[in-house]
Nanobody, 122 residues
Framework: QVQLVESGGGLVQAGGSLRLSCAASGRALSIYVMGWFRQAPGMEREFVASITWSFGTTNYADSVKGRFTISRDNAKSTVSLQMNSLNPEDTAVYYC???????????????WGQGTQVTVSS
């Protein structure tokens, strides 16, 4: 089992930056892919970015490429999301997630944090 705890959300003006962190704990973390998702009011949850613990391979949604950077610190078992050039459309609850490689984020082996609110004012 994996436990995920997010931190770092808040209110920022358009054009500003925020850094989210996700502290992960549990067994065999190296087999997991870590991800960030977000959900705006009235919208479906959407993928933002992911990274593998083992090789650090990253993947991004087109909407955040060039603005957001996902990284991991293996020693601290944390995954971070650096968000730059934020705009009001980035306002959402951001969730940290983990899944074993080759499985679904929404499957029985997927894990989710409680979410952290990010609000970007215009």
């Amino acid at each position: 089992q994996v436990q995920l705890v997010e931190s770092g959300g808040g209110l920022v003006q358009a054009g500003g930056s925020l850094r989210l962190s996700c502290a992960a704990s549990g067994r065999a973390l190296s087999i997991y892919v870590m991800g960030w998702f977000r959900q705006a009011p009235g919208m479906e949850r959407e993928f933002v970015a992911s990274i593998t613990w083992s090789f650090g391979t990253t993947n991004y949604a087109d909407s955040v490429k060039g603005r957001f950077t996902i990284s991991r610190d293996n020693a601290k078992s944390t995954v971070s999301l650096q968000m730059n050039s934020l705009n009001p459309e980035d306002t959402a609850v951001y969730y940290c997630a983990a899944r074993p490689g080759g499985s679904s984020w929404y499957g029985s082996n997927g894990y989710w944090g409680q979410g952290t609110q990010v609000t970007v004012s215009s």
